[in-house]
């Protein structure tokens, strides 16, 4: 989806939306034997607006995005069932950019726009709920041996800038989830892999005005409320959530703000367990950087992350169990300002 607008004076508004993208849903399976199963999911947003000596505004917006979301079988049997293999795989990407300008020589080129605010550029991305690689209410039961594997990429990128005006940049993503949901039986081996990596950059830029920009990344996990049961006690698990952010404000005269706040878990599950998992590894690292700078303004730079290896989660295995947590944090927040 790709939209653009451009006005000399006046208001310009340019919008890129995308209500709910999906590769299979609503829907289930038995099957007497083997079964292979991949869905791959990817959307693309681009809007661009520009403005002489008015408002800009550029959005991009994901409602939804599923790779597989399953259902209640007509029989209330599980989702998924399977006699004999089963390997079941889903990759999903989202990218969404929106770029925001107003170009004008100084205060004498500003006019005053509809909505009582000067030239102002605004760029926004937003992925409402850009979850789900692989989800739904019921559950995956396999006779013999199973390997699950999702990988969910989301790519997110507003820049905003105002020569004579206010510049504001938002990049928000609601949720993020490699798994979530799902109730799975292995009667066999269990080989179950979810990554999910998250990278959000909001920019913001004023001559003469102020400059706002904000990054948004409320929840990421790489696997929620499930429950996995293994019969094979040497069945491997692993978690990725990896999240990336890089907020920047900058202007000449006016206020500068910057703000990320971000949150990413890797097993996550309030009376969620696994049962029979010999190797269970839980990643979940969150690096942040929030830069604000002016000259002649008020500066401001915040960041606020957190990151979980796993949180909620019962282990039961009667042989060796090999566990591996790791949080990790890397937050800078920098702001400056210089009198001239």
């Given at each position: 989806s790709d939209s653009s607008a451009s006005v000399v004076s006046g208001d310009a508004k340019a919008v890129a939306d995308t209500t709910s993208i999906e590769g299979i849903t609503d829907s289930s399976f038995d099957i007497a034997s083997d079964l292979d199963m991949a869905a791959s999911v990817q959307s693309t947003l681009d809007s661009s607006a520009t403005s002489t000596s008015g408002i800009a505004l550029s959005s991009s917006l994901i409602g939804a995005q599923q790779g597989i979301e399953l259902i209640e079988a007509a029989s209330g049997d599980d989702?998924?069932?399977?006699?004999?293999?089963?390997?079941?795989?889903?990759?999903?990407?989202?990218?969404?950019?929106?770029?925001a300008e107003t170009v004008g020589d100084g205060t004498g080129n500003r006019i005053q726009g509809g909505d009582g605010s000067w030239s102002t550029a605004i760029a926004d991305d937003h992925l409402g709920l850009g979850s789900g690689d692989l989800g739904g209410i019921l559950g995956i039961d396999v006779a013999s041996d199973a390997s699950i594997s999702s990988s969910l990429a989301s790519?997110?990128?507003?820049?905003?800038?105002?020569?004579?005006?206010?510049?504001?940049?938002?990049?928000?993503?609601?949720?993020?989830?490699?798994?979530?949901?799902?109730?799975?039986?292995?009667?066999?081996?269990?080989?179950?892999?979810?990554?999910?990596?998250?990278e959000l950059d909001s920019t913001a830029s004023s001559t003469t005005d102020d400059a706002s920009a904000i990054g948004l990344n409320e929840l990421a996990s790489g696997i929620l409320n499930s429950n996995f049961n293994f019969s094979d006690v040497d069945s491997v698990m692993s978690a990725q959530t990896i999240s990336l952010l890089d907020i920047e404000a900058s202007t000449t005269t006016g206020d500068a703000w910057s703000s990320l706040d971000s949150a990413s878990v890797g097993?996550?599950?309030?009376?969620?367990?696994?049962?029979?998992?010999?190797?269970?590894?839980?990643?979940?690292?969150?690096?942040?950087?929030?830069?604000?700078?002016?000259?002649?303004?008020?500066?401001?730079?915040?960041?606020?992350?957190?990151?979980?290896?796993?949180?909620?989660?019962?282990?039961?295995?009667?042989?060796?169990?090999?566990?591996t947590a790791l949080a990790e944090v890397d937050s800078t927040a920098d702001s400056s300002a210089t009198m001239v």
């Open positions: 989702a998924i069932e399977v006699g004999g293999i089963a390997n079941i795989s889903v990759g999903s990407s989202m990218s969404a950019a929106s770029v790519s997110l990128s507003a820049d905003a800038s105002a020569d004579a005006g206010v510049a504001v940049s938002n990049a928000a993503l609601n949720a993020s989830t490699g798994m979530e949901d799902l109730a799975v039986e292995v009667g066999g081996l269990g080989l179950v892999s979810s990554i999910n990596q998250s097993f996550e599950g309030a009376t969620s367990s696994i049962t029979g998992a010999a190797e269970i590894t839980a990643i979940a690292s969150d690096q942040g950087f929030a830069e604000s700078a002016t000259v002649a303004g008020q500066s401001t730079a915040m960041a606020d992350q957190s990151a979980i290896g796993m949180d909620g989660y019962s282990i039961n295995n009667s042989s060796d169990l090999q566990l």
